[in-house]
């Protein structure tokens, strides 16, 4: 028999035709996969099994899509209750979400009857399958531009917003574990400071990244620097507990006030 290394070769991903039909296809393949990694899942907690995810990482196991179709899926999925986030990192910092299946709520879908074109009849699927059937309005650069332009941030930290693409550019230039390290001392300092920012991807790159450098040239976190300034005094030695005035940047590295050069971003 002759083989061809588009076809079976490699574990395939297998999703039943009518959970596709009443749910959508991308959202059904990313269930059932959910489901596939719970199988085998040691990680218990309010008494459901739970797996763990970067959108980075489940793009390894969707890689014909884009990290913005993956959040779509897994955030649709969310919305409709089919599927439940949680987090239960050990870092308070670690944003990286949990999923599990909420089974009653795939139990109503496995019972919603059809309509004539087999679609769910009385559930918000119906309208985002219908939606399938419209023509894609055509586009030009000017337009493509302009929707660049307009999207939305996504709240990676507590006090921090960016666009996806600029979250990936990071990723790309920095690698994802620096990039979650920079996220967290921009986190830390706003959140303590009460800084705020016009665009917190420029401020990252204005002086997140060589803070980040400076740490890690220094082999450790957590650090109060030594160029902090001659009237402070290192609180570790006094043996008194380290507050926000002291550092900011808790797990990745600390520094103070004039360790920052103020610029014009900076609104207080």
């Keep these: ?3 061809n290394r588009l076809l079976l070769d490699e574990q395939p991903l297998i999703i039943l035709p009518e959970l596709a039909r009443k749910i959508g296809l991308n959202e059904a393949i990313v269930l059932q996969q959910i489901n596939y990694w719970l199988a ?15 959108y980075t990482e489940w793009q390894k196991q ?4 884009s990290i913005n ?5 897994i955030s649709k999925l969310e919305k409709s209750g089919l599927v439940i986030s949680g987090n239960f990192n050990k870092m308070k910092l670690d944003n990286t979400k949990w999923y599990t299946i909420n089974h009653d709520e ?11 074109d087999g679609q769910p009849t009385c559930s918000n699927w119906a309208d985002e399958n219908t939606r399938l059937d419209k023509p894609i309005p055509e586009t030009s650069p000017k337009t493509s531009s302009n929707s660049n332009n307009v999207l939305p941030k996504i709240k990676f ?3 921090v917003k960016m666009k996806e693409t600029e979250y990936q550019k990071l990723v790309t230039e920095y690698g994802e574990e620096r990039t979650k390290k920079m996220v967290a001392i921009l986190d830390n300092y706003k959140g303590s400071k ?15 990244v060589k803070r980040l450098k400076e740490d890690e040239e220094r082999g450790k976190y957590g650090a109060v620097f030594p160029n902090a300034g001659k009237n402070k005094t290192n609180v570790a030695k006094e043996g008194r507990r380290k507050t926000a005035e002291d550092y900011t940047s808790g797990e990745f590295g600390g520094f103070f006030d004039d360790d920052l050069p103020l610029g014009d971003e900076q609104v207080f």
């Design 62 to 65: 969707f890689p014909f899509w």
């Design 40 to 54: 085998d899942s040691k990680h218990i907690y309010e008494g459901r099994k739970w797996v763990y995810n970067s």
């Design 106 to 116: 795939v139990d109503k879908v496995d019972t919603e009857p059809l309509n004539q």
């Design 194 to 208: 009460g800084v705020t920012y016009k665009d917190d991807y420029r401020a990252i790159l204005s002086w997140v």
């Design 69 to 73: 179709t993956i959040r779509r899926a």
């Design 157 to 159: 930290a507590e006090f």
């Design 1 to 3: 028999m002759r083989k």
